[in-house]
T-cell receptor, first 113, second 117 residues
Framework: AQSVTQPDIHITVSEGASLELRCNYS??????LFWYVQSPGQGLQLLLK??????LVQGIKGFEAEFKRSQSSFNLRKPSVHWSDAAEYFC???????????FGGGTRVLVKP | GAVVSQHPSWVICKSGTSVKIECRSL??????MFWYRQFPKQSLMLMAT?????????EQGVEKDKFLINHASLTLSTLTVTSAHPEDSSFYIC?????????????FGEGSRLTVL
């Protein structure tokens, strides 16, 4: 069965600083990987996804993620965070495109002015 | 873009009553919808997979008689929490897969917050 681990429960970052959120997955085959963002009391918005091809994936809102098979990781990065990036971020994995998602525990990002 | 709408956004009910939550795909047809539950400050846990025209597939530990799922059309799935109790209070989120499936993406609703008194 697939699983996802997000080691950091909380991250506090200053506005304008860079951000990196870690995600490690466990799955026997080639995974389908996703990053979602959730604002309080809201649904989920897809930031980016990786199915195959270039291991560096560009997403919305200036986010990018890099798939590293050797490390079973799919870390999310943003060079310069904005106060509006404060939210909960979830990494997720699926066996195939459109299949059910298994989510990591989430990382809450706080942005200091 | 693909839009999934949930209704109601929030609901408060008395213990022992049943509550129905709707999940609609507004601009696409969804053969498959997924229902998740999210406790405060926690992750999303898959409850069940809803397939149009057939019985839902429940995850281990989810009571199918407690959480009734119906997917009667290609644009609507409903989750009914029967005889709700305070421990059923949670944030319920649905997601839907476009039947064309060409993006591989699941589209999420805004969530429905249930509070059982």
């Amino acid at each position: 069965a697939q699983s996802v681990t997000q080691p950091d429960i909380h991250i506090t970052v200053s506005e304008g600083a860079s951000l990196e959120l870690r995600c490690n997955y466990s799955y026997g085959a080639t995974p389908y990987l996703f990053w979602y963002v959730q604002s309080p009391g809201q649904g989920l918005q897809l930031l980016l996804k990786y199915f195959s091809g270039d291991t560096l994936v560009q997403g919305i809102k200036g986010f990018e993620a890099e798939f590293k098979r050797s490390q079973s990781s799919f870390n999310l990065r943003k060079p310069s965070v904005h106060w509006s990036d404060a939210a909960e971020y979830f990494c997720a994995v699926a066996r195939a495109a459109g299949n059910k998602l298994t989510f990591g525990g989430g990382t809450r990002v706080l942005v200091k002015p | 873009g693909a839009v999934v709408s949930q209704h109601p956004s929030w609901v408060i009910c008395k213990s022992g009553t049943s509550v129905k939550i709707e999940c609609r795909s507004l601009d696409f047809q969804a053969t498959t919808m997924f229902w998740y539950r999210q406790f405060p400050k926690q992750s999303l846990m898959l409850m069940a997979t809803s397939n149009e025209g057939s019985k839902a597939t429940y995850e281990q530990g989810v009571e199918k008689d407690k959480f009734l799922i119906n997917h009667a059309s290609l644009t609507l799935s409903t989750l009914t929490v029967t005889s709700a109790h305070p421990e059923d209070s949670s944030f319920y989120i649905c997601s839907a897969r476009d039947r064309r499936g060409n993006t591989g993406e699941l589209f999420f609703g805004e969530g429905s917050r249930l509070t059982v008194l």
